[in-house]
């Protein structure tokens, strides 16, 4: 059979056309099955995934608040990984090269969700609405007086109420495999806060070997917040050895100064000349247990530190050496303070991840933050945020190795 030029034209407007409606009913169909492969893929990937630190996703598999409980990856090209959960929004593992390249584990939790949910331990958590203490579980903004709930044996708010954020729920909302983002809605009236408070963080494992940690948040309220990641640190991987012997330094000249009972005084203590002066660095060990009042009234460090850069995450506001890994973490702020935990109530009864019982000072905290008390204290930076206002902050953990 011989087709003429025409025939060949009208066979292909044919073609053409029928392609069209083909594509048509698949780009009609495309949202539906994307979404249908999306919820499969997360699904079988969430039973598929293989961790660098043993973690085992079906351990982290339950309900909490009527939803469930996962575990979730991130990594960089490098091998650094992290493993986060959406109850807490929480760092359950962070393995970091040392100087021979080995992955090792360096933060401090549980193998299991039921742990995390059973014990009040703030291990990764993130927590709020606000870290550390509102005394006498009040204050007043805009002339009103708003009454929190007072979760401290001395009547006071500690880390926002219990629970805090660390023991809720949060929703993944967006994943890559080196970034992912959670959001909690907290809802007004919370422990006694005003405001619905829209919060986000996402954590990314960077390629230069970083936990970069940044959260954003809106309310429809005038309210207070003051937020931070609550890790426990132990550089050298050994969780089940003390930190004392590493080596830290703090760029503050000033720390905030308790009382007899813990409770920030509003006063800004010179560092210089006490044991709470690491603007040259030396081990935690040496001068940990001086006899200075303001270590005997918390067993160690437990302090913030009046970073002398406030706001600015450029330069490293504190750092942490363990000499035989050869870790080194540098930590990068825009909060105008640094809370630092020696972990100074761990007993070695707490079993956490490896079957390790976390024993006195195994770990320390670098909270960035705003300072304690801050509503009742007007002479410390705000912790104040409007309806109009979007409120950002940005901490980074970084390791080096040091040969």
């Known amino acids: 059979m011989i087709f003429k030029a025409e025939d060949w034209k009208k066979k292909r407007i044919f073609v053409l056309k029928q392609f069209s409606i083909l594509y048509m009913r698949l780009t009609h169909l495309f949202p539906v099955i994307s979404i249908g492969l999306l919820l499969l893929a997360t699904a079988c990937g969430n039973q598929r995934l293989v961790t660098s630190s043993g973690l085992q996703p079906k351990a982290f598999q339950q309900k909490a608040e009527g939803q469930k409980t996962r575990l979730y990856k991130i990594t960089n090209s490098k091998g650094m990984e992290a ?211 303001q270590l005997k009234i918390v067993n160690g460090y437990d302090h913030a530190w009046a970073l002398n850069h406030p706001g600015d995450d450029t330069r490293p506001a504190a750092w942490i050496y363990d000499k035989a890994s050869g870790r080194k973490m540098e930590i990068y702020t825009t909060e105008p303070a640094i809370h630092i935990y020696t972990g100074n109530g761990l007993k070695g009864t707490v079993r956490g991840k490896q079957g390790v019982c976390y024993p006195f000072r195994a770990a320390v905290c670098f909270e960035t933050c705003h300072f304690q008390d801050s509503p009742n204290n007007p002479q410390f930076p705000s912790t104040t945020l409007h309806p109009d206002e979007t409120f950002t902050s940005h901490t980074v953990y970084k390791f080096v190795n040091v040969r």
């Open 83 to 293: 493993c986060i959960t959406n109850y807490g929004a929480r760092v359950v593992s962070l393995m970091v090269p040392d100087k021979n390249g080995k992955l090792e584990d360096v933060v401090c939790g549980f193998s299991n969700i039921e742990d995390y949910i059973s014990q009040s331990q703030n291990y990764g958590a993130t927590v709020g609405r606000y870290i550390g203490r509102i005394l006498n579980a009040q204050y007043t903004l805009d002339g009103k007086t708003y009454h929190l709930q007072a979760n401290h044996s001395l009547g006071h708010t500690a880390h926002g109420g219990n629970p805090n954020f660390g023991a809720r729920m949060w929703k993944v909302t967006q994943s890559t495999p080196s970034s992912i983002t959670l959001n909690y809605l907290s809802p007004d009236g919370e422990n006694g806060f005003p405001g619905n408070l829209n919060l986000f963080v996402t954590y990314t494992i960077t390629e230069d070997n970083a936990l970069d940690i940044r959260y954003e948040a809106t309310t429809d309220k005038p309210t207070v917040l003051n937020l931070c990641n609550h890790s426990f640190f132990n550089i050298s991987g050994n969780l089940s050895q003390s930190v004392e012997n590493q080596t830290m330094w703090v760029d503050a000249d000033y720390f905030s100064a308790y009382d007899q009972n813990k409770c920030v005084t509003g006063e800004l203590w010179p560092v210089a000349p006490t044991p709470l002066d690491f603007r040259k660095p030396h081990p935690l060990s040496g001068h940990i247990d001086d006899d200075y009042g």
